[in-house]
């Protein structure tokens, strides 16, 4: 693993992807050297025209890249009912849950739940549970769950999942952040048939921060999250490396958790890197599950272990 990079990501030519949020930022780079290896990808995007921009984008740089654009909003699971019909029936090697809202004022979803435990992890989890036929059908199969450091402080509040009672934007976001981590391991319990991994991409540089400063309407920490990123952040397709080495390395682990190799896992090569140890606890893994399904009204069709 040691001095990993994109570079060292093996021939993908026969195998399918599909990446959420693949418009920008790490979806985007990751989408981009997952196509540039020879994968055929789906960029599954909420906007269209952001969509569409970042498949130009891909074309440009890999002409003849087996790449093609999908609607996926996942606060709406209608449209994840819709997107998973039009993607299920082929088989499906690599799936990367990437997309995310980040520490938005308190909004709720299509589905009435709150916006960033909705859209980060329901979303996913329906996603990933309505692909599922098609992950099954392929050897191998993998799914990458995104988390975020910020994971390690989170609490996921059973009593007030959606966050009625004093809403904080940053306690609900580390909430989610910690479903996903919870998530990625409790699904490679419940399914060995493929491999699912969490990976974080340390401190990298994204429009997620400033966006979420401006929703906030404080120019003042929007200039400091955009002083962050240009002084201490490390780019985007640095940030989606421990994505790809968890979508393609061969000496990937099941419920492991990648990220950066530096100083706090800010920045740096990707390596297996540790997590808040309650997220590997098999009992909240599978009451996560379980209120999970009930909200979603997904449930995975595959045996448990």
Known sequence: MAGWRATDIPDLRGRRAIVTGANSGIGYHTALELARHGAEVVLACRSAERG????????????????SLGSLDLSDLGSVRDFAGEHAGDGLDILVNNAGVMALPRQTTADGFEMQFGTNHLGHFALTGLLMPALLARSGARVVTLTSMLAWSGRIRFDDLQRERGYQRWAAYSQAK????????????????????????????????????????????????????????????KGALPTLYGATAPDVH???????????????????????????????????WEVSEKLTGVTYEVATD
Not at 180 to 208: M, Q, W
């Open 52 to 67: 569409g921009q970042a498949l130009e984008r891909v074309l440009g740089e890999i002409p003849g890249a087996e790449v």
């Open 178 to 237: 910690l479903a996903n981590l919870v998530f990625a391991k409790e699904l490679d319990r419940r399914v060995t048939a493929i491999t699912s991994v969490a990976a974080h991409p340390g401190y990298a540089s994204t429009n997620l921060q400033q966006r979420s400063a401006r929703m906030e309407g404080s120019r003042l920490r929007e200039g400091f999250f955009g002083l962050g990123n240009l002084l201490f952040s490390q780019s985007a397709a």
């Open 254 to 288: 099941g419920g492991e958790c990648y990220g950066p190799r530096g100083l706090g896992q800010q920045a740096g090569l990707p390596k297996r890197v540790r997590t808040v140890g309650r997220a590997a606890d098999p009992e909240l893994g599978a009451r996560l």
